[in-house]
């Protein structure tokens, strides 16, 4: 059999029970009725950068180090873009993730790797560009050359598209599936990765879409009508209620239905090019999302099932359909796709197309971010509540425990056969399971050290980038 092609498809901050609601995601769970459906695939950090180097490697952000504190992605083992690569396929990447981006590393072993926030190839990188300028005048003398050259126009729209026009209504899908499209080819295998941020705050999705997924009698919700910066509701600063979530819950089905049409696009295409037999399509997300759940918006500070559970989609050469309920977790993609290509190295054993899954998930979130003392910049003084997410977390899960470690000495044990929504610890009553999953999940990652609430990303991130990634939440 010839080789397969690779289209892996990343839904950023998509709740799995929301990917698999048709009401919600039809043409993906139309995708799904012919494919592998894994309902209990599990990432291994709860935001993109350290989620997407674990799954470019297969690595634990323990071993590949890309995170708040060391944001380059420098691994040691060869990713995945290079591994096929190097077995001849055509490499491609679009991403609308400022983090996934050639700015830290992530474009190594592509062929072609295009950012959503630059609508022209060819004029100046502003990720660059902030990399090594801080100070506005210093970006300016920097740019005066690309705005002097004949590469003027491309640069100057680049900025105006940056800084006015992307993020509003369309976080990139339209593009990401134009381009997409223009890359689907027969005459050579392709491996192609495509990052959607729709479902990331804000949820600002095209008002069609908002009132599709409205309940019948109720008034569209507008995005503008409710807060959606998640660092002023966990400080207490803005207060919300179950309206508000509701109204939010509402507009981020929203931003899946709207992305959902365009995947539907990139199905059809597929499917009209003859590709979709022949190509291996993955559809994932990085991590959850919260949405006042836990006490909190967004995607930082804990690991709970909201932010850990992703959906995960699998159809093409060699996968049976059907759902399989196992524990997987993300990072098995790596062995798992390297298995279907049959690129010399890959691991069978955790090859996900034959059924394979684990007694245990673990995963890590290392430094908070933002940092509480950027959270106390911003708000001044802080809620005991919110000066409590100043530690690092480890976690092990099982298909009815899950254990919590903190670098503040903190452990919180979930009977998940009973409390799935993980709000009742029981670690003093559960003595005898809580010691049996902290010696697994010694076993499976390296204790954390106390987390450092200053962590170097402030200084590390791309200047020209840091308002879009504040606007994000990240900063």
């Given amino acids: 059999m010839a080789a397969p092609n690779v289209l892996l498809v990343v839904l950023d901050a998509a709740q799995a029970s929301r990917v698999y609601d048709e009401t919600v995601m039809p043409n993906v769970t139309q995708l799904a009725s012919g494919a592998a459906t894994y309902t209990n695939a599990y990432t291994t950090a709860p935001w993109s950068l350290p989620s997407h180097a674990s799954l470019f490697t297969g690595t634990h952000t323990s071993t590949h180090g890309a995170d708040a504190d060391t944001p380059q992605f420098t691994p040691d083992r060869q990713p995945l873009a290079a591994r096929f690569e190097a077995a001849g396929y055509r490499t491609l990447a679009y991403s609308n993730n400022f983090w996934i981006s050639p700015s830290f590393g992530f474009d190594t072993g592509f062929d072609e790797f295009e950012v959503g926030w630059e609508l022209f190839s060819g004029g100046q990188g502003f990720a660059e560009v902030g990399k090594e300028e801080a100070s506005l005048r210093g970006r ?39 381009r997409a499209k223009r890359w ?42 409710v807060n959606q910066d998640p660092w002023a509701y966990a400080t207490g600063e803005i207060e919300m209620d179950e309206t508000d979530f509701t109204r939010l819950k509402t507009l981020y089905d929203a931003e899946l239905r709207y992305l959902d049409a365009r995947l539907g696009q990139l199905f059809e295409a597929l499917d ?81 197309r034959d059924r394979p899954s684990r007694d245990a998930i673990a995963a890590e979130y290392r430094t908070p971010m933002p940092s509480i003392d950027r959270l106390r910049t911003e708000y001044g003084d802080l809620p005991e509540s919110v000066r409590g997410y100043d530690r690092g977390l480890q ?9 919590i470690r903190g670098t503040d000495g903190s452990e919180r044990l979930y009977n998940l056969a009973d409390d799935p929504n993980e709000r009742v610890d029981v670690s003093n009553a559960t003595t005898d399971v809580r010691d049996r999953l902290a010696g697994q999940l010694r076993d499976r990652l390296p204790p954390l050290e106390r987390a450092d609430a200053t962590a170097g990303t402030e200084s590390a991130v791309p200047a020209v980038l840091g308002d879009r990634l504040e606007d994000l939440g990240y900063r």
């Avoid at 979709?276 to 500070?301: A, C, F, K, R």
């Avoid at 976690?395 to 254990?403: F, G, V």
Wanted: negative net charge; contains cysteine.
């Fill in 272 to 352: 009209t090019k003859g590709l979709l037999d022949e190509t291996l399509v993955i559809v994932t997300s990085d991590h959850g999302e919260n949405i006042g759940d836990h006490g909190l918006m967004d995607h930082q500070y804990c690991l709970r099932d909201t932010l850990l559970h992703v959906p995960l989609v699998m159809r093409g050469p060699g996968v049976e359909p059907g759902r399989r309920g196992g524990l997987v977790e993300l990072r098995d993609l790596y062995q798992t796709l390297l298995a279907a290509a049959e690129i010399e190295g890959a691991d069978p054993t955790v090859d996900l």
């Fill in 395 to 403: 976690a092990i899960r099982t298909e009815d425990w899950k254990l």
């Fill in 184 to 225: 689907l080819s027969g005459d050579e295998p392709f491996f192609m990765f495509l990052n959607y941020r729709e479902p990331c705050l804000t949820y600002d999705p095209p008002a069609e879409y908002i009132s599709k997924v409205t309940p019948t009698g109720e008034t569209p919700p507008d995005p503008g009508s």
């Fill in 140 to 178: 300016l003398r920097k740019l005066a050359p690309k705005l002097l050259s004949r590469d003027a126009p491309k640069t100057l729209a680049n900025l105006l598209f940056l800084m006015t026009v992307w993020d509003r209504h369309d976080s990139g899908a339209y593009l990401t599936t134009r």
